[in-house]
């Protein structure tokens, strides 16, 4: 097996940033939701309820970031420093530093409505849902594991599937992964759970399936809603714990990961 795929997401539920290579940190990849979009309350904002979150494409740079949209001017975004303020993360409120005023105004008016976007400036703050991980594990502002696993074979028989069905394909970035793994067969991740993963020299830890929500019918690129993947994902692949496809990875150390890295399961 080989390592097919790699793209982070800076800002959660805006466009992915794809790569050849990544540093991998406990938390997740390097960069990989460091920051949110919040509302007036302070509350986050994704495409599962706002699509235009994904006409924001942030680019990383060494000062922070680039952001860009269709028809608008490019803006740079430095690093914010200064007073935290508490934001909410589904049920956790996280300390989180403010971008300023006028990312603000740019980015609302980007995604036509009020919002603010901060920075977490310290990926430690936030613990790994406990009962999945050990203590000391940490996450960024991801949903909840700090990298996405998918199967290149798994997204073929789910698009044979949807041609059956006299459905269109959908391409692996409808479901938002880290990683991409080639040359396992189909479903073989589902054995992998409790199980350990290396990628090149890095190991991981392979805790739990992906239940997939109403995201993955928006389309990346146009912010259009459908009905699929999950209507086939409700037929073929309902489990007590969800619509299942793809699993979520805990890193177990630092080091790099690279497009054609060899893949490993362990026993």
Known sequence: MRLTYLA????????????????VEP????????WLVVDGDRKLITQREWPQLGRVRPAPTPRGLVLRA?????????????TTEDVKHFT???????????VDRWLSEVIERPAHLVHLDDPTR??????????????????????LLTNAASLDALNDWLAEDGDEPVPLTRFRPNVVVGGARAWAEDDWIGRRIVIGDVPFRVPK?????????????????GRQPLRVLGRR?????????????????RGKVAIG???????
Request: hydrophobic letters at 35%; proline letters at 11%; glycine letters at 10%.
């Open 237 to 253: 692949r309902r489990f007590p714990d969800g619509l299942l496809f793809g699993v979520n990875l805990i890193p177990d150390a």
């Open 209 to 225: 399936a992906c239940s997939r929500c109403v995201l993955t019918t928006i389309d990346p690129e146009t912010g259009e809603k």
């Open 27 to 34: 938390w997740g990849l390097a960069g990989d939701r460091r």
């Open 261 to 267: 890295d060899e893949v490993s399961v362990l026993d």
């Open 126 to 147: 936030r613990p790994v849902e406990p009962d999945f991980s050990e203590p000391g594990d940490r996450v960024s502002f991801a949903d909840g594991f700090p990298l």
């Open 70 to 82: 269709p028809g608008r001017a490019d803006l740079d975004v430095p690093f914010p420093s200064g």
């Open 92 to 102: 956790l409120w996280i300390a989180a530093t403010p971008a300023g005023d006028e």
């Open 8 to 23: 982070t997401y800076p800002i959660k539920s805006c466009y992915r940033v794809e790569t050849d290579a990544a540093e």
